[in-house]
T-cell receptor, first 114, second 113 residues
Framework: DTAVSQTPKYLVTQMGNDKSIKCEQN?????MYWYKQDSKKFLKIMFS???????INETVPNRFSPKSPDKAHLNLHINSLELGDSAVYFC?????????????FGPGTRLLVL | GQQVMQIPQYQHVQEGEDFTTYCNSS?????IQWYKQRPGGHPVFLIQ?????EVKKQKRLTFQFGEAKKNSSLHITATQTTDVGTYFC?????????????FGQGTTLQVKP
């Protein structure tokens, strides 16, 4: 009965590879997000989807491509992985509350690029 | 753009001591949220403050929102080892409706038993 789940939990890969991370939420929320947390624990939003529509696209390299097949799923595909992509990637979801949305985070995917 | 500055970055305390983390913005905030991330875990929502001067308590945790809605603090009384983790403040932009949150840099709390 996990609210926001992500797979895989750990991902170790070589530079130049392409990888995907999947996220699912069973909270019935309309909005989902991808965050990147670096080694200094800084949390930065990458993308946000509302009911399958992209609404936030921060300054992220176009090697990162999100896809939302339905409002309960938001996946992140990364092409040509680089060393600097090593981080923890968190998926989150929320309900619209006029700028006061609280976020429900998934357990995170720890990506290490060698 | 809107920025939220959080201090200190790290804090080591002896169990039983108090702890405070501060969050500041140069612009007026519509709201402030606080999250806790345990080591190896994910951020978990603690509380949201929306009114000027608002104070809320959760057991040993006291949250304040400044009168000008430009700063906030989280105070923990008599810390316990279970308080270990990183505490983040976050805020959504005024009038925003995208759900976008700007997070502070976080304060990592270590508690020595």
């Amino acid at each position: 009965d996990t609210a926001v789940s992500q797979t895989p939990k750990y991902l170790v890969t070589q530079m130049g590879n392409d990888k995907s991370i999947k996220c699912e939420q069973n909270l019935g929320h309309d909005t989902m997000y991808w965050y990147k947390q670096d080694s200094k624990k800084f949390l930065k939003i990458m993308f946000s989807y509302n009911n399958k529509e992209l609404i936030i696209n921060e300054t992220v390299p176009n090697r990162f491509s999100p896809k939302s097949p339905d409002k309960a799923h938001l996946n992140l595909h990364i092409n040509s992985l680089e060393l600097g992509d090593s981080a923890v990637y968190f998926c989150a979801s929320s309900v619209p509350q006029g700028g006061r949305e609280t976020q429900y985070f998934g357990p995170g995917t720890r990506l290490l690029v060698l | 753009g809107q920025q939220v500055m959080q201090i200190p970055q790290y804090q080591h305390v002896q169990e039983g001591e108090d702890f405070t983390t501060y969050c500041n913005s140069s612009t007026t905030l519509s709201n402030i949220q606080w999250y806790k991330q345990r080591p190896g875990g994910h951020p978990v929502f603690l509380i949201q403050l929306v009114k000027s001067g608002e104070v809320k308590k959760q057991k040993r945790l006291t949250f304040q929102f400044g009168e000008a809605k430009k700063n906030s603090s989280l105070h923990i009384t008599a810390t316990q080892t279970t308080d270990v983790g990183t505490y983040f403040c976050a805020s959504g932009p005024r009038g925003g409706n995208t759900g976008k949150l700007i997070f502070g840099q976080g304060t990592t709390l270590q508690v020595k038993p």
